[in-house]
């Protein structure tokens, strides 16, 4: 079984207040649905978090998934990932994607985890914009595991995943579900408004 760890120890920081995984989508908090999709695929799920008392730890609380406690959250996206691939179990791959991508589907993690099954040459596979640019979810092969204990910074895994090009496989996914997320309360009202219309 590959391990699922959804990366949510961000700090919502230029939503002026709000929380974006705390946001309503499709009736229930948006990291409360990101869990969701990611426990329909039937792997084991794991979700990076600030600390044990942060609100979105309530948003998951009833869910069968192990919530990580991250507190090296507070340097960065790197900090994060740094945190949260050192508890997860150990697999022959572990997958990754960000909470805050409101379009992503379970069938689009589901494509990227048979990507790995089609393509086992490949270190990385990664799911992509419609268009060809590369985003979310990650799975990384389990032997570059140790590669995330030297992160550092706020640049996530690119140290990692820029040298492993020619071993990346892309998988297009529909639209721009690969790399949608919404930062600005302006952003999310425009989404908003787009669902709506369509």
Same mark, same amino acid.
């Given at each position: 079984m590959i391990p699922i760890l959804i990366l949510a &120890?961000?700090?919502?920081?230029?939503? #002026?207040?709000?929380d974006k995984l705390l946001e309503t989508v499709h009736g229930m908090p948006l990291l409360r +649905? /990101? &869990?969701? #999709?990611?426990? !329909?695929?039937? @792997? %084991?799920?794991?979700?990076? +978090? %600030? =600390?044990?008392?942060?609100p979105r730890s309530d948003s998951i609380a009833d869910l069968k998934v192990t919530r990580l406690n991250v507190p090296q959250a507070a340097e960065g996206m790197s900090g994060t990932m740094r945190g949260a691939? &050192? /508890?997860?179990?150990? !697999? %022959?791959?572990?997958?990754?994607? +960000? !909470? *805050?991508l409101v379009a992503l589907e379970t069938d689009d993690l589901r494509q990227v985890l048979a990507a790995r099954d089609a393509y086992p040459e490949h270190l990385i596979w990664r799911g992509a914009t &419609? =268009?060809?640019?590369?985003? @979310? %979810?990650?799975?990384? *092969?389990g032997t570059l595991r140790t590669d995330f204990a030297r992160l550092t910074g706020d640049t996530g895994g690119e140290a990692i995943v820029r040298p492993l090009k020619s071993q990346t496989h892309l998988v297009p996914l529909q639209g =721009?579900?690969?790399?949608? =997320? +919404?930062d600005t309360p302006e952003e999310w009202a425009t989404w908003r408004q787009s669902i709506r219309q369509n």
């Open positions: &120890a961000g700090s919502s920081s230029r939503m #002026r207040g709000g +649905l /990101q &869990a969701k #999709r990611a426990l !329909a695929v039937g @792997h %084991p799920v794991f979700v990076a +978090l %600030p =600390d044990a008392d942060h691939v &050192a /508890q997860l179990p150990l !697999a %022959p791959a572990f997958m990754m994607f +960000l !909470a *805050d &419609a =268009d060809g640019k590369p985003g @979310h %979810p990650i799975i990384f *092969d =721009d579900r690969a790399r949608l =997320d +919404l």
